[in-house]
């Protein structure tokens, strides 16, 4: 988990103690989360079936209008998203970024399948940055538990040992979002409607 590749060898007192209490709550509510998705198991077995069928679909029998126009849909959507991160990276634009590449992702990676492989890169562009935001978000939600807990715990958030575990989020964090800017940037930096004619051609 992202707490864990956080920690340090070199890790002692004050640090380390409040590193294994983090650790353990958060372990404890990870089996709790993990008790409650049982349930939903067969609905996303069921999503992962109604996937493979779709591209499964040979390319003629797709509308290739409505393909491309849905896809542009969603691209607009994702480089207004990455605009606004541009301006402000807040966490909920961060997430929302996130959410948009992962909708492109899964609909070109449709598409790439059936189009003969083609829209590679725009599938993996697609696909990098919303994993390296999902981390970005695993972290926001790190750091605003490690507030929660050394408040819990009676600790300053000014004190040594929750200042060095936000300070080691905070710079992961300024990592990750430099390189979903960088990328971000390749993959926006086209218009929708050429997006649209790149799929209309393709496909």
């Known amino acids: 988990n992202r707490f864990s590749g956080l920690k ?9 103690t409040f590193g294994l209490r983090v650790s353990r709550i958060l372990q404890t ?30 390319a003629p029998q797709l509308e290739r ?17 990455f605009a ?11 997430h929302e970024c996130r959410k948009q590449a992962k909708y492109l992702f899964n609909q070109i990676d ?10 590679t ?11 390296w935001l999902g981390q970005d978000h695993d972290l926001a939600v790190l750091q605003q538990k490690i507030e929660q807990i050394s408040s819990a715990e009676g600790l300053a958030a ?12 905070r710079r992961q964090r300024a990592v990750l979002q430099r390189k ?10 086209q218009r929708p409607k050429q997006v649209r004619a790149r799929i209309d051609d393709r496909l």
């Open 8 to 16: 340090r060898a070199k890790d002692s007192g004050g640090e380390k």
């Open 29 to 58: 509510e990870r089996r709790e989360s993990r008790q409650r998705l049982d349930g939903s198991a067969m609905a996303v077995t069921a999503l992962q079936d109604a996937r493979r069928r779709l591209a499964s679909i040979p």
């Open 65 to 81: 209008a409505a393909v491309s126009v849905g896809i542009g849909r969603v691209y607009k959507s994702g480089r207004r998203a």
């Open 84 to 94: 606004l991160v541009q301006q402000k990276a807040t966490d909920a634009r961060l």
């Open 110 to 119: 449709i598409v790439s399948r059936v189009s003969g492989g083609h829209f």
């Open 121 to 131: 890169r725009l599938r993996k562009q697609s696909y990098r940055l919303a994993e």
């Open 158 to 169: 000014d004190s040594r040992e929750v200042r060095m575990w936000a300070d080691r989020v």
């Open 180 to 189: 979903a800017r960088k990328l971000g940037n390749r993959l926006y930096s």
